[in-house]
């Protein structure tokens, strides 16, 4: 079974630059997750999709960050203008969504961010 | 505000030893903890522990949740330097959601 796809691997941006990653999730999870994980921490939540409906995006600072899963398969993340701070790994995570049960994220091989 | 705390955030032991990972949490409707293992690239899966499996082992390593303190440990026995990682404590609340702890660092010298 492949896993979660994410593209590209490293981007090296300057700030006010835009950037955009792009992920494809486990084939028939409907849950998407995009997380942000700065050097140190743990992965933040950013925004999470069922299907193609946003479920929680309340951590998407949304003055420049916006993303989409318009078929309800893959997904974009965008970031207009960057900042220094958003150099980070961005991950993306899928599930298969069951309703009863916390179901198993499954997490792609990151997008690493610099901002310079 | 839903909160997970892990300690200790760094542990260098040496190839052989046992370690244990804690894991606090603070969140509401409570569903699931997960643990996961992160080397340079993506957080890979552990464990699960819900209120009706509150224990797991895999090999070496094995996890328990204690519901009444709001907490889990992971174990590692006979430590080997391909266990150094990161390891992730998550936990899960409504909707699916997973709040992540920062993370402990260990690093297993032969």
Request: with cysteine; charged share 20%; proline share 4%.
């Amino acid at each position: 079974e492949a896993g979660v796809a994410q593209s590209p691997r490293y981007k090296i941006i300057e700030k006010r630059q835009s950037v955009a990653f792009w992920c494809n999730p486990i084939s028939g999870h409907a849950t998407l997750y995009w997380y942000q994980q700065i050097l140190g921490q743990g992965p933040k939540l950013l925004i999470q999709f069922q299907n193609n409906g946003v479920v929680d995006d309340s951590q998407l600072p949304k003055d420049r960050f916006s993303a989409e899963r318009l078929k309800g398969v893959d997904s974009t993340l965008k970031i207009q203008p960057a900042k220094l701070e958003d150099s980070a790994v961005y991950l993306c995570a899928s599930s298969l969504a069951a309703e009863l049960y916390q179901e198993t994220q499954y997490f792609g091989p990151g997008t690493r961010l610099l901002v310079l | 505000e839903d909160k997970v705390v892990q300690s200790p955030l760094s542990l260098v032991v040496h190839e052989g030893d046992t370690v244990t990972l804690n894991c606090s949490y603070e969140v509401t409707n409570f569903r699931s903890l997960l643990w996961y293992k992160q080397e340079k690239k993506a957080p890979t899966f552990l464990f699960m522990l819900t209120s009706s499996g509150i224990e797991k082992k895999s090999g070496r390593l094995s996890s328990i949740l204690d519901k009444k303190e709001l907490s889990s440990i992971l174990n590692i026995t006979a430590t080997q330097t391909g266990d150094s990682a990161i390891y992730l404590c998550a936990v899960g609340g409504g909707a699916q959601k997973l709040v992540f702890g920062q993370g402990t660092r260990l690093t297993i010298n032969p």
